[in-house]
Nanobody
Framework: QVQLVESGGGSVQSGGSLRLSCAAFGSTYVSFAMSWFRQAPGKEREGVAAIDSDGSAVYADSVKGRFTISQDNAKNTLYLQMNSLKPEDTAMYYC??????????????????????WGQGTQVTVSS
């Protein structure tokens, strides 16, 4: 069993930055793929960034060049550094984890159906 706890959300103005954290509890953390998703009111949950089985970062086109995903295995923590935030980045941000076979790559890691473990979410609000 894996438990995920997000933190770091808040309200910022357009152009600002936030850093989200996701603490993972459970012995399988190291072998799991970890990712960030977001969901705005009235919209579907979308993948934002993930770290694949090779340790490479995968990003949605909408956040490339602005967001950076990273992880600290010693602390069992996943991070999302968000810079140059825009009002359209406003959403509830969720951390997700699950085992994904290494023969998958790229956008497979940004599909919510491929994850069974989810955090409770942290709200990010960007004002113009």
């Amino acid at each position: 069993q894996v438990q995920l706890v997000e933190s770091g959300g808040g309200s910022v103005q357009s152009g600002g930055s936030l850093r989200l954290s996701c603490a993972a509890f459970g012995s399988t953390y190291v072998s799991f793929a970890m990712s960030w998703f977001r969901q705005a009111p009235g919209k579907e949950r979308e993948g934002v960034a993930a770290i694949d089985s090779d340790g490479s970062a995968v990003y949605a086109d909408s956040v490339k060049g602005r967001f950076t995903i990273s992880q600290d295995n010693a602390k069992n923590t996943l991070y999302l550094q968000m810079n140059s935030l825009k009002p359209e980045d406003t959403a509830m941000y969720y951390c997700a984890a699950d085992y994904i076979p290494s023969y998958y790559s790229g956008d497979y890691y940004l599909r919510s159906a491929n994850y069974n473990y989810w955090g409770q979410g942290t709200q990010v609000t960007v004002s113009s």
